[in-house]
């Protein structure tokens, strides 16, 4: 069992950064692909990034290449979301996803746990 705890979350101009934490439970977090998601209002939960166990291998959705940075610390069971020059329509809840074993190309139905979202708000 694992649980995902994100934070990080917030209000932030166009233009500007944030970054994204999601801590993760348990002893074999290096096990477990990991990624990002979020959702918009009336919008179905798109993939946004992946990195694999070791942290070596990583992939974006295209709105957000050059932009966002995923990277993970093993040592600390956490995974990271940088997002900079952020745009209005990056506004959505943010979701940390964890897939056992997985690949970086994660999907709604390949993920095994999901946190509870942050919410974030880009102001134009």
């Known amino acids: 069992q694992v649980q995902l705890v994100e934070s990080g979350g917030g209000l932030v101009q166009a233009g500007g950064s944030l970054r994204l934490s999601c801590a993760a439970s348990g002893r074999t977090f290096s096990s477990y692909s990991m990624g990002w998601f979020r959702q918009a209002p009336g919008k179905e939960r798109e993939f946004v990034a992946g990195i694999g166990r070791s942290g070596g291998i990583t992939y974006y959705t295209d709105p957000v290449k050059g932009r966002f940075t995923i990277s993970r610390d093993n040592a600390k069971n956490t995974v990271y979301l940088q997002m900079n020059s952020l745009k209005p329509e990056d506004t959505a809840v943010y979701y940390c996803?964890?897939?056992?074993?997985?690949?970086?190309?994660?999907?709604?139905?390949?993920?095994?746990?999901w946190g509870q979202g942050t919410q974030v708000t880009v102001s134009s």
């Open positions: 996803a964890a897939a056992y074993r997985g690949s970086v190309y994660l999907s709604l139905n390949s993920c095994d746990y």
